[in-house]
């Protein structure tokens, strides 16, 4: 059985493929996995759902209003993070 960190860093690395194959990133690998997705542009309002989207079909857990915050979409960090206390 994976550990919690092996877990957090397989989320990562999806969340990270679907972000570069539907947003434009320079270089995906220079991501940081903390670096703000709206502030530095890459997702947007409209993206928001498509990330949302990502989340719900990807790893089968649904996204409520309630958890519609920067903590928990913001980041790869906070996806992942997210994903985990989701599905535990």
């Given at each position: 059985m994976l550990s919690t960190k092996d877990r957090t860093d397989t989320f990562s690395e999806q969340i990270?493929?679907?972000?570069?194959?539907?947003?434009?990133?320079?270089?995906p690998d220079s991501l940081e996995s903390d670096t703000s997705l709206l502030d530095q542009g890459i997702v947007d309002s409209t993206g928001v759902l498509e990330v949302i989207g990502f989340i719900e079909e990807t790893f089968g857990i649904?996204?409520?209003?309630?958890?519609l915050l920067p903590e928990n979409l913001d980041s790869i960090q906070g996806i992942a993070r997210y994903v985990m206390r989701k599905r535990n």
């Amino acid at each position: 059985m994976l550990s919690t960190k092996d877990r957090t860093d397989t989320f990562s690395e999806q969340i990270r493929a679907f972000l570069a194959s539907n947003f434009y990133i320079a270089d995906p690998d220079s991501l940081e996995s903390d670096t703000s997705l709206l502030d530095q542009g890459i997702v947007d309002s409209t993206g928001v759902l498509e990330v949302i989207g990502f989340i719900e079909e990807t790893f089968g857990i649904t996204v409520e209003d309630s958890e519609l915050l920067p903590e928990n979409l913001d980041s790869i960090q906070g996806i992942a993070r997210y994903v985990m206390r989701k599905r535990n």
